[in-house]
Protein backbone atom coordinates (compact mmCIF):
# COMPACT_ATOMS: atom_id res chain seq x y z
CA UNK A 1 0.00 0.00 0.00
CA UNK A 2 0.95 3.74 0.18
CA UNK A 3 2.96 5.02 2.40
CA UNK A 4 4.13 8.56 3.40
CA UNK A 5 7.08 9.92 5.18
CA UNK A 6 7.71 12.62 7.29
CA UNK A 7 11.44 12.72 8.71
CA UNK A 8 10.97 15.06 11.21
CA UNK A 9 9.28 14.85 14.35
CA UNK A 10 9.69 18.59 15.25
CA UNK A 11 10.95 21.64 13.88
CA UNK A 12 11.95 24.55 15.80
CA UNK A 13 13.10 28.14 14.00
CA UNK A 14 13.34 32.19 14.99
CA UNK A 15 10.86 33.87 13.61
CA UNK A 16 11.24 35.25 9.22
CA UNK A 17 13.69 32.24 8.72
CA UNK A 18 12.74 29.64 5.80
CA UNK A 19 10.69 26.79 6.36
CA UNK A 20 11.13 23.32 4.81
CA UNK A 21 8.94 20.39 6.16
CA UNK A 22 10.10 17.03 4.01
CA UNK A 23 7.52 15.07 2.50
CA UNK A 24 8.73 11.37 0.56
CA UNK A 25 5.83 8.91 -0.53
CA UNK A 26 6.00 5.83 -1.87
CA UNK A 27 2.69 5.00 -4.15
CA UNK A 28 2.22 2.23 -6.50
CA UNK A 29 0.30 4.88 -8.55
CA UNK A 30 1.19 8.39 -9.39
CA UNK A 31 -0.39 9.65 -6.74
CA UNK A 32 -2.14 12.82 -5.27
CA UNK A 33 -0.20 14.96 -2.29
CA UNK A 34 -1.53 17.16 0.33
CA UNK A 35 -0.29 19.08 2.96
CA UNK A 36 -2.93 19.20 5.98
CA UNK A 37 -2.52 21.95 9.15
CA UNK A 38 -3.47 21.63 12.63
CA UNK A 39 -3.45 24.24 15.09
CA UNK A 40 -3.49 23.08 18.49
CA UNK A 41 -6.65 22.03 19.94
CA UNK A 42 -8.24 22.98 16.58
CA UNK A 43 -9.32 19.86 13.61
CA UNK A 44 -6.85 19.47 10.60
CA UNK A 45 -7.53 21.28 7.49
CA UNK A 46 -5.89 21.08 4.26
CA UNK A 47 -3.17 23.90 3.16
CA UNK A 48 -2.93 22.41 -0.17
CA UNK A 49 -2.50 19.80 -2.79
CA UNK A 50 -0.53 19.12 -5.84
CA UNK A 51 -1.69 19.82 -9.26
CA UNK A 52 -2.26 17.66 -12.13
CA UNK A 53 -0.71 20.06 -14.53
CA UNK A 54 3.05 20.88 -12.42
CA UNK A 55 1.86 23.67 -11.63
CA UNK A 56 2.98 24.43 -7.73
CA UNK A 57 0.16 25.05 -5.18
CA UNK A 58 0.32 28.00 -2.83
CA UNK A 59 -1.39 29.05 0.33
CA UNK A 60 -0.73 31.18 3.22
CA UNK A 61 3.17 32.39 1.78
CA UNK A 62 3.34 28.31 1.62
CA UNK A 63 4.08 26.27 -0.99
CA UNK A 64 5.02 22.56 -2.56
CA UNK A 65 6.59 20.94 -5.07
CA UNK A 66 5.61 17.78 -6.59
CA UNK A 67 8.65 16.27 -7.50
CA UNK A 68 7.87 12.39 -9.52
CA UNK A 69 11.84 11.94 -9.88
CA UNK A 70 12.34 12.17 -5.68
CA UNK A 71 8.74 10.80 -4.84
CA UNK A 72 9.27 13.95 -3.05
CA UNK A 73 6.44 17.08 -2.09
CA UNK A 74 8.29 19.28 0.63
CA UNK A 75 6.43 22.27 1.83
CA UNK A 76 8.43 25.64 2.14
CA UNK A 77 8.15 29.06 3.26
CA UNK A 78 10.24 32.03 2.84
CA UNK A 79 9.45 33.30 6.19
CA UNK A 80 7.98 32.18 9.20
CA UNK A 81 5.83 33.39 11.45
CA UNK A 82 4.56 32.85 14.95
CA UNK A 83 1.41 31.65 13.85
CA UNK A 84 2.78 28.96 11.70
CA UNK A 85 3.58 27.38 14.70
CA UNK A 86 1.20 23.92 14.44
CA UNK A 87 1.11 20.44 13.38
CA UNK A 88 1.98 19.82 9.87
CA UNK A 89 0.25 16.26 8.03
CA UNK A 90 1.86 15.15 4.41
CA UNK A 91 -1.12 12.95 3.26
CA UNK A 92 -1.25 11.19 0.09
CA UNK A 93 -4.32 9.54 -2.05
CA UNK A 94 -3.61 6.35 -3.40
CA UNK A 95 -5.17 7.36 -7.13
CA UNK A 96 -7.30 5.08 -9.16
CA UNK A 97 -10.72 4.97 -7.51
CA UNK A 98 -9.83 4.56 -3.92
CA UNK A 99 -10.55 7.36 -1.93
CA UNK A 100 -8.40 6.49 1.13
CA UNK A 101 -5.95 9.46 2.00
CA UNK A 102 -3.25 7.98 3.91
CA UNK A 103 -1.12 10.27 5.99
CA UNK A 104 2.47 10.66 7.47
CA UNK A 105 3.00 11.12 10.85
CA UNK A 106 3.13 14.68 11.25
CA UNK A 107 5.85 17.29 11.93
CA UNK A 108 5.53 20.13 14.42
CA UNK A 109 6.70 23.33 13.65
CA UNK A 110 7.32 25.46 16.46
CA UNK A 111 8.50 29.23 15.27
CA UNK A 112 9.82 31.30 18.22
CA UNK A 113 10.56 34.92 18.25
CA UNK B 1 -18.07 25.84 5.15
CA UNK B 2 -17.91 21.74 5.50
CA UNK B 3 -19.60 20.89 8.73
CA UNK B 4 -18.56 17.81 10.47
CA UNK B 5 -20.06 17.33 14.20
CA UNK B 6 -18.76 14.47 16.57
CA UNK B 7 -20.13 12.95 19.92
CA UNK B 8 -19.51 12.89 22.74
CA UNK B 9 -16.00 15.09 22.55
CA UNK B 10 -15.15 13.71 25.65
CA UNK B 11 -15.72 10.02 27.19
CA UNK B 12 -13.76 8.16 29.94
CA UNK B 13 -15.04 4.14 29.74
CA UNK B 14 -13.96 1.33 31.64
CA UNK B 15 -12.17 -1.33 29.91
CA UNK B 16 -14.21 -3.92 28.36
CA UNK B 17 -16.79 -1.89 28.01
CA UNK B 18 -18.65 -0.75 24.66
CA UNK B 19 -17.83 2.88 23.49
CA UNK B 20 -20.13 4.48 20.56
CA UNK B 21 -18.31 7.50 18.70
CA UNK B 22 -21.09 8.91 16.47
CA UNK B 23 -20.66 11.70 13.70
CA UNK B 24 -22.59 14.05 11.68
CA UNK B 25 -21.93 15.48 8.37
CA UNK B 26 -24.24 18.47 6.26
CA UNK B 27 -21.83 18.47 3.40
CA UNK B 28 -24.02 15.35 1.62
CA UNK B 29 -20.58 14.13 0.93
CA UNK B 30 -20.39 10.12 -0.18
CA UNK B 31 -17.08 9.53 1.79
CA UNK B 32 -16.38 9.34 5.55
CA UNK B 33 -13.66 8.10 7.63
CA UNK B 34 -12.68 7.70 11.44
CA UNK B 35 -9.26 8.51 12.05
CA UNK B 36 -6.74 8.33 15.33
CA UNK B 37 -4.42 10.29 16.62
CA UNK B 38 -1.71 9.67 18.52
CA UNK B 39 1.74 11.17 19.08
CA UNK B 40 4.20 9.70 17.23
CA UNK B 41 1.79 7.98 14.59
CA UNK B 42 -0.28 10.62 12.70
CA UNK B 43 -3.56 10.19 11.94
CA UNK B 44 -3.99 6.53 11.38
CA UNK B 45 -7.24 5.14 9.18
CA UNK B 46 -9.58 2.93 10.97
CA UNK B 47 -12.47 2.86 8.91
CA UNK B 48 -14.29 4.96 6.20
CA UNK B 49 -17.04 4.56 4.00
CA UNK B 50 -18.19 5.02 0.32
CA UNK B 51 -21.82 5.90 0.87
CA UNK B 52 -24.92 4.23 3.27
CA UNK B 53 -24.61 1.08 4.07
CA UNK B 54 -21.12 0.86 3.32
CA UNK B 55 -17.88 0.15 5.25
CA UNK B 56 -13.94 -0.08 4.56
CA UNK B 57 -11.72 -1.52 6.67
CA UNK B 58 -8.74 0.95 6.99
CA UNK B 59 -4.78 0.39 7.86
CA UNK B 60 -5.72 -0.61 11.46
CA UNK B 61 -9.35 -1.59 11.80
CA UNK B 62 -8.35 -4.35 14.51
CA UNK B 63 -10.67 -3.83 17.47
CA UNK B 64 -13.43 -1.81 15.88
CA UNK B 65 -16.29 -1.46 13.96
CA UNK B 66 -17.81 0.93 11.96
CA UNK B 67 -21.50 1.81 10.94
CA UNK B 68 -22.90 3.94 7.77
CA UNK B 69 -27.04 4.37 8.22
CA UNK B 70 -27.05 7.26 6.16
CA UNK B 71 -25.46 9.82 3.89
CA UNK B 72 -24.99 11.72 7.14
CA UNK B 73 -23.90 9.43 9.89
CA UNK B 74 -21.08 7.52 10.36
CA UNK B 75 -20.36 5.59 13.58
CA UNK B 76 -17.17 3.75 15.27
CA UNK B 77 -17.92 1.51 17.54
CA UNK B 78 -15.43 -0.12 20.27
CA UNK B 79 -17.40 -3.39 21.47
CA UNK B 80 -14.73 -4.60 23.93
CA UNK B 81 -12.55 -1.06 24.81
CA UNK B 82 -9.24 -1.14 25.90
CA UNK B 83 -6.47 1.13 27.52
CA UNK B 84 -4.83 0.70 24.15
CA UNK B 85 -7.59 2.44 22.48
CA UNK B 86 -7.25 5.65 24.41
CA UNK B 87 -6.86 8.43 21.78
CA UNK B 88 -8.28 10.99 19.86
CA UNK B 89 -11.00 10.34 17.03
CA UNK B 90 -11.59 12.24 14.43
CA UNK B 91 -13.73 11.90 11.92
CA UNK B 92 -13.99 13.06 8.25
CA UNK B 93 -16.10 13.72 5.23
CA UNK B 94 -15.15 14.32 1.88
CA UNK B 95 -16.35 14.13 -1.95
CA UNK B 96 -13.47 11.53 -2.37
CA UNK B 97 -11.34 10.05 -5.18
CA UNK B 98 -8.59 11.59 -7.16
CA UNK B 99 -7.63 14.64 -7.71
CA UNK B 100 -10.30 16.20 -5.39
CA UNK B 101 -9.32 14.11 -2.13
CA UNK B 102 -10.13 16.87 0.09
CA UNK B 103 -11.44 15.87 3.64
CA UNK B 104 -13.77 18.15 6.07
CA UNK B 105 -12.55 17.24 9.85
CA UNK B 106 -14.35 17.01 13.20
CA UNK B 107 -13.25 18.49 16.45
CA UNK B 108 -12.46 15.30 17.34
CA UNK B 109 -13.35 12.78 20.28
CA UNK B 110 -10.87 12.42 23.43
CA UNK B 111 -11.47 9.02 25.08
CA UNK B 112 -9.95 7.80 28.04
CA UNK B 113 -10.24 4.43 28.59
CA UNK B 114 -9.80 2.90 32.32
Known amino acids: GDSVTQTEGLVTLTEGLPVMLNCTYQSTYSPFLFWYVQHLNEAPKLLLKSFTDNKRPEHQGFHATLHKSSSSFHLQKSSAQLSDSALYYCASNSGGSNAKLTFGKGTKLSVKS | EAAVTQSPRNKVAVTGGKVTLSCNQTNNHNNMYWYRQDTGHGLRLIHYSYGAGSTEKGDIPDGYKASRPSQENFSLILELATPSQTSVYFC?????????????FGEGSKLTVL
Open chain 2, 92 to 104: ASGEGGPPTGQLY
